[in-house]
C-alpha cells in the first residue's frame, strides 16, 4: 500500500492533468509532421510519437499510483508521533548536530527546501516512523549505523 500526503495528491493530481494537456499537443506535433510526407524517414514524426508514447506510459503510471494510494490524515495522529507528512528536527548522537527531515510520501527533488526528504521506505523513514519525542533511532545507512535522536515534531 502506498501512503502519500495531501500535498502528495495534488502534486500527483497536477502531474496527470499536465499530461492530459500535453495530448493534444502531441497530437497536433502528429499531425503536422505526418503532413510533411513519407513517414518512413520524418524524424519529427517519429519523434513525436515517441514523446506521445512516453506521456500515456507516464498517464497509466500515474492513474496507477493515485488509485492505489492511501492518502494519510494527520489529524487523528498523536502530536508527540512522527507520521506521513511530519517534519521532525533530529540529534545526531555522535556528532551532536541537528537536522530537519520530512517524511513524505513522494520525494520532490525539491534540494533548496530547509529540510532533507525521506520516504516511508528508506532507511531514515523506516527508522521514524510511528518513533516518539524523546526516543533515540538507529538508521543502517550505507555508511553505517547512525543513531538520531527526535528532538522535536513541528
Same mark, same amino acid.
Given at each position: 500500500?502506498d501512503?502519500?500526503? %495531501?500535498d502528495d495528491k495534488?502534486?500527483?493530481? =497536477? /502531474? &496527470?492533468?499536465?499530461? *492530459?494537456r /500535453? +495530448?493534444r499537443?502531441? #497530437?497536433?506535433r @502528429?499531425?503536422v509532421?505526418?503532413?510533411?510526407?513519407?513517414l +518512413?524517414e520524418?524524424g519529427?514524426?517519429?519523434?513525436?510519437k515517441?514523446?506521445q508514447?512516453?506521456?500515456? !506510459?507516464?498517464?497509466r /503510471? $500515474?492513474?496507477? +499510483?493515485l488509485? #492505489? !494510494?492511501?492518502? !494519510?490524515?494527520?489529524?487523528?495522529m %498523536?502530536?508527540d508521533?512522527?507520521f $506521513?507528512?511530519?517534519?521532525v528536527?533530529l540529534?545526531?548522537?555522535e #556528532? =551532536? #548536530?541537528? =537536522? &530537519? *527531515?520530512k517524511?513524505?510520501?513522494e520525494a520532490t527533488g525539491d *534540494?533548496? !527546501?530547509?529540510?532533507?526528504?525521506?520516504? %516511508?521506505?528508506? %532507511?531514515?523513514g523506516?527508522a521514524?516512523?510511528k518513533?516518539r519525542?524523546? =526516543?533515540v533511532?538507529k538508521? @543502517?545507512l550505507?555508511?553505517?549505523?547512525r +543513531? *538520531?535522536?527526535i528532538?522535536?515534531?513541528l
Amino acid at each position: 500500500m502506498d501512503y502519500i500526503t %495531501p500535498d502528495d495528491k495534488a502534486r500527483l493530481e =497536477e /502531474q &496527470l492533468k499536465e499530461c *492530459f494537456r /500535453q +495530448r493534444r499537443v502531441l #497530437s497536433e506535433r @502528429i499531425g503536422v509532421a505526418r503532413s510533411l510526407g513519407d513517414l +518512413r524517414e520524418n524524424g519529427d514524426y517519429h519523434a513525436a510519437k515517441e514523446d506521445q508514447g512516453l506521456n500515456e !506510459a507516464k498517464i497509466r /503510471q $500515474l492513474e496507477a +499510483r493515485l488509485s #492505489s !494510494a492511501v492518502v !494519510a490524515d494527520n489529524g487523528n495522529m %498523536p502530536k508527540d508521533v512522527v507520521f $506521513l507528512g511530519a517534519t521532525v528536527k533530529l540529534r545526531d548522537i555522535e #556528532s =551532536e #548536530s541537528e =537536522e &530537519l *527531515f520530512k517524511l513524505v510520501g513522494e520525494a520532490t527533488g525539491d *534540494f533548496e !527546501a530547509e529540510y532533507v526528504e525521506v520516504t %516511508p521506505t528508506s %532507511p531514515m523513514g523506516e527508522a521514524l516512523m510511528k518513533a516518539r519525542v524523546g =526516543e533515540v533511532v538507529k538508521v @543502517i545507512l550505507r555508511r553505517g549505523e547512525r +543513531r *538520531f535522536e527526535i528532538v522535536e515534531i513541528l
